[in-house]
């Protein structure tokens, strides 16, 4: 058994009663499956042999009364351990869920979505398998063991010796058979993690599929998936087919062995014939358990492989771990820092941010401007700590943001991405969604802030219409319009906004830039615009060349500068096409 599954074992910690109720039904059950023969031996030999009605009766009441016992006995284990394993996977799922929404950005970029699913479903449910079924049964099993080992032993202790030579080389077959099965079951989860990865990608860009008329493609590549699967499912069968005639084998060689010797002693006189009729049949006692070990122990091998999966996940470190002692950030002017960051996402070659440093004032609003893949979405991630700088630091108000805890420091910073994710839900639902408790004033007022109001009224339910996943009901510009909301309703001091007008018409764009205006006030903003109007109104503009910051200043002081600006200007933002560069320059980068 491997540590991961032991470890395991703490899911059912809560359920530690439920599952000992279910090992003893086990218990009771074999007791009631062991004196049946008893019984019956009795009303034949002593009852029906010595004409004893009175005796038969009783016997056979006594087998009736075992019979339902044996029943109950068989209900409450099933009950009791699909209750205790039940309850464990409640704890998994709850556990994995919980870890996934600490860990850091940088480990959802590297993970798909289909591996993380696969784990909290399909994972779970085999080691869920091995707590309600394979461990209880093991315990019983092992419990039954020694009962029939003492047994044995008191019936005829140099017989039972030679039974108990059976043992060793069980457990031998027993250990090679689950270790070699652990890979191969370990193999299968990662497959089958594989299938349902090609399976989500699918399933969230059907319409691309559709779009590019690649189904044919798509289907192939699933249908390679699944046979390897399939094809991993087969040879773990036959591992499995070959192991237990081998376990049988060794079990049977035990009694043959025994039958050996205990002729010997019968020959000498030392045996009855019926003392070892009797031996031999409660061999099979011992013999029982370990086959159920080795029925079980297929469900251990693959409890193994994917508890070692879950355990991967719930052991991931975040690579933005909070400090011990991080203090709680406390509502500030709003005063960014950048001193000489340096960024390298996990796994990059090469330094995406290079040595950026620049300071805005509370209340102002920066623009960043530079061609696209420059590294402004990675400049802006950094003030929300998104990720962790290479070397250099941010501060917010003062402070490193690595010296605070995640949720103050965010709760602080209300950010609109470069791409709008809704939830399944309702309109007002999604706004309110960085503060659940906000009133339908509140939603209103932030909607209309983000010029929404108007078209949300006009969906057929108003604010409670359902948008479905991802927000697939509404168009792009809806959506943003959407996400601006959600960002402003939690009154952020620090606001960042990604890209966040490029869906929206000219016109909206005017109207929300006098809105912005007003709701940029009193706020920290960083805009990341395609848009010159929007760029020109900033109190500053940052260029934002190759991860460095090659320029800073005013629309007018950069245009006089830079010709890279005069470039960008002119030639990216929208809006931006009568612009011309200082004189001196042929629009080269400078
Ligand atoms: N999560 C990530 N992991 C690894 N590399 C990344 C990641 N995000 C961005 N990059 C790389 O960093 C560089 C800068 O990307 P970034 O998204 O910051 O550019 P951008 O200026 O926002 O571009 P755009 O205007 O197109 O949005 C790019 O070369 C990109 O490939
Ligand atoms: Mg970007």
Not at 55 to 76: D, H, T
Not at 236 to 249: D, G, I, Q, T
Not at 277 to 301: D, H, M, R, W
Request: include cysteine; aromatic fraction near 6%; hydrophobic fraction near 50%.
């Amino acid at each position: 058994m491997n540590t991961d599954l032991l470890r395991s074992l703490r899911f059912i910690r809560r359920y530690r009663l439920v599952a000992a109720g279910a090992v003893m039904a086990v218990l009771v059950g074999s007791a009631a499956e062991l004196a049946a023969p008893m019984l019956l031996r009795d009303i034949i030999d002593n009852g029906i042999g010595g004409k004893d009605s009175a005796l038969i009766m009783r016997g056979a009441l006594l087998l009736i009364a075992v019979a339902i016992l044996g029943g109950i006995a068989s209900f409450l284990q099933g009950y009791l351990s699909a209750r205790a394993s039940h309850g464990a996977a409640f704890e998994m799922r709850d556990a994995i869920f919980e870890r996934l929404q600490t860990l850091s950005f940088s480990y959802h970029d590297r993970t798909q979505t289909g591996q993380l699913i696969t784990r909290v479903t399909s994972d779970v449910d085999q080691v869920r398998d091995f707590v309600g079924g394979g461990l209880v049964q093991a315990i019983a099993a092992a419990i039954l063991l020694v009962g029939a080992v003492v047994l044995l032993l008191t019936m005829n202790w140099q017989l039972a010796l030679v039974a108990l030579l059976a043992i060793p080389g069980t457990i031998f077959v027993l250990v090679r058979f689950v270790g070699g099965l652990g890979p191969m079951f370990r193999g299968f989860q990662q497959r089958l993690a594989a299938l349902n990865s090609v399976l989500q990608e699918n399933v969230a860009g059907v319409r691309v599929v559709k779009a590019f008329a690649r189904e044919p493609f798509e289907a192939s590549r699933y249908r390679s998936a699944n046979e390897s699967l399939l094809e991993q499912g087969l040879k773990v069968r036959r591992v499995v087919a070959n192991a237990f005639p081998l376990l049988f084998s060794v079990g049977n060689a035990g009694v043959a062995l025994v039958m050996w010797v205990g002729a010997v002693q019968l020959a000498h006189g030392k045996l009855t014939v019926g003392e070892l009729v009797a031996f031999t049949s409660y061999l099979f006692l011992l013999l029982q358990p370990l086959f159920i070990i080795g029925f079980g122990a297929q469900t251990i091998a693959r409890a193994g492989a994917s508890a070692q999966r879950l355990f991967e996940v719930l052991d991931a470190e975040t690579d933005v771990p909070e400090k011990p002692d991080a203090i709680e950030l406390v509502a500030g002017p709003g005063r960014v820092e950048f001193r000489d960051v340096h960024l390298r996402y996990p796994g990059a070659a090469e330094e995406t941010l290079s040595g950026i440093s620049f300071t805005v004032e509370p209340g102002t609003a920066v623009a960043l401007v530079g061609s696209t893949g420059s590294g402004k979405t990675s400049i802006v991630n950094l003030v929300p700590r998104f990720y962790d700088v290479a070397s250099g630091a941010v501060f917010v108000d003062g402070y490193d943001v690595r010296d605070v805890t995640l949720g103050s420091l965010r709760s602080r910073i209300g950010i609109v991405m470069q791409d709008s994710v809704l939830f399944s839900g309702t309109v007002g639902e999604n706004i309110a969604y960085g503060k659940p408790d906000a009133s339908a004033d509140e939603v209103r007022a932030a909607a209309s802030a983000a010029q929404a109001h108007e078209f949300i009224e006009r969906l057929a339910d108003g604010y409670e219409t359902r948008v479905g996943e991802r927000g697939v009901k509404l168009s792009g510009g809806q959506r943003q319009r959407i996400a601006i909301a959600r960002a402003l309703l939690i009154d952020p001091g620090i606001l960042i906004m990604d890209d966040s007008t490029s869906s929206v018409d000219a016109e909206t764009e005017a109207a929300l830039r006098g809105r912005l205006d007003a709701l940029m006030r009193g706020r920290t903003t960083f805009v990341i615009a395609q848009r010159l109007s929007t760029v020109k109104r900033a109190d500053i503009i940052l260029l934002i060349d190759d991860g460095a910051l090659v320029a800073r200043g005013t629309h007018d002081e950069l245009l006089a500068t830079s010709c890279l600006y005069a470039e960008i200007a002119a030639s990216q933002l929208v809006g931006g096409d009568q612009i011309e560069g200082p004189g001196t320059c042929d629009l080269e980068e400078e």
